[in-house]
């Protein structure tokens, strides 16, 4: 199974959380599935009737204060029920989710549907179909995050626009053009800018600019000999320009009308409004995405513990995907309420990030 994000936070009662018992764990544990599952507040009698031990109602409200003393749970209004707080629901995530498997069928489904939408249309199509897929599986907003490197290339041409710079001109499979502008080497001869030119070209047969970048670096000692060193010098300037910095990233969202179906009361209408509010600032879910690419595996964000979800108490599921060079070039992910079906999304993001790389390294077919 996939690698995920296991370290505990360093929240004060982190000694009384790893002290649970057995008996403990598990009415935690009841609380917990019953919140994901429904969304409402669980009793003493009620977790009596469904936990696989014989305990009384009293036992077990004895057990529900110490897991509020250790800020586990809480009592939302005046309800006798118990929910998980935030920080309960980190240590469920970290330390007790039993994780599913994305079966055979499921991952065959996603694979071809994915395929269909890149050989059919533009790889930024396979991202879009990604994005809906998480979106359906997870009754949330399916994201995606990735950068222009990502995108198929058609023709690179370099034209010069007085002795001292050039604009570097991209043209996508899509038809999409994109213009850079770049600083020549004192003294560059003019036919350079051709022969640049005509050396990546030979080269794109429909790669990425990741994918390029790599082939390239590969054959550097065929490129110095087949390339004088102020050419080399523009070959290289050319395609690392065109990588671009963090505002070349590109967000992409599916599914956020899937957020308004489950609606129990007037704060979660709140709820979701502050998220799609969050949603239309672009660059803070760009960043916080961009966080998913720091390591291996799944990482889930739980409510306030990022800023950007501190006020619409909302969690995200997201996994890094490569490009041919296993370089991480975008994340794809899930954005949605705390109570998500974590057992199920967690694989399910992992497997289509998986899938997104594979794609990334063979090119549709």
Partial sequence: MTEHTRTLPSYPNNQALAGLDIR?????????????????????????????????????????????????????????????????LRFFVDAMLELGDVGREEQERIEAQMRAAASGHTFESALAEASTLLSGVSRG????????????????????LDPNRALVVLVSDDGSVENRLLDLPPGLPASALQ???????????????GGLRAEIEAGREAMKRELDTITERLVDAGLAVTVGPSEARQLIVRGQANLLDDLRAAEDLER???????????????????????GEGVRIFIGSENK????????????????????????????????????????MVDYTARVVSRLLDRGPR
Wanted: net charge positive; proline share 5%; no cysteine.
């Fill in 24 to 88: 403990a764990r598990e009415i935690f544990r009841q609380i917990v599935e019953s919140y994901l599952s429904t969304g409402e507040p669980v009793g003493s009698r009620n977790l009596a009737r469904i936990l696989p031990m014989t305990l009384s109602p009293a036992s077990i409200r004895n057990v529900m204060a110490d897991l509020e003393h250790s800020g586990l749970i809480f009592a939302p209004h005046t309800s006798a029920g118990r929910l998980p707080t935030e920080t309960g």
């Fill in 141 to 160: 907003a399916g994201v995606v995050v990735t950068t222009k490197t990502n995108v198929q290339l058609k023709h690179i041409e370099f034209v010069r």
């Fill in 195 to 209: 022969e640049a030119s005509n050396y990546l070209n030979a080269r794109l047969h429909g790669r990425t600019l």
């Fill in 272 to 294: 979701i409004r502050l998220l799609f509010a969050d949603l239309e600032t672009q660059k803070e879910v760009i960043d916080l995405l961009s966080r998913a690419e720091g």
């Fill in 308 to 347: 950007l979800f501190s006020l619409s108490g909302s969690s995200m599921i997201a996994a890094p995907f490569r490009d041919g060079a296993q370089k991480i070039v975008g994340v794809v992910g899930v954005i949605g309420p705390t109570r998500l079906n974590y057992a199920r999304i967690v694989p």
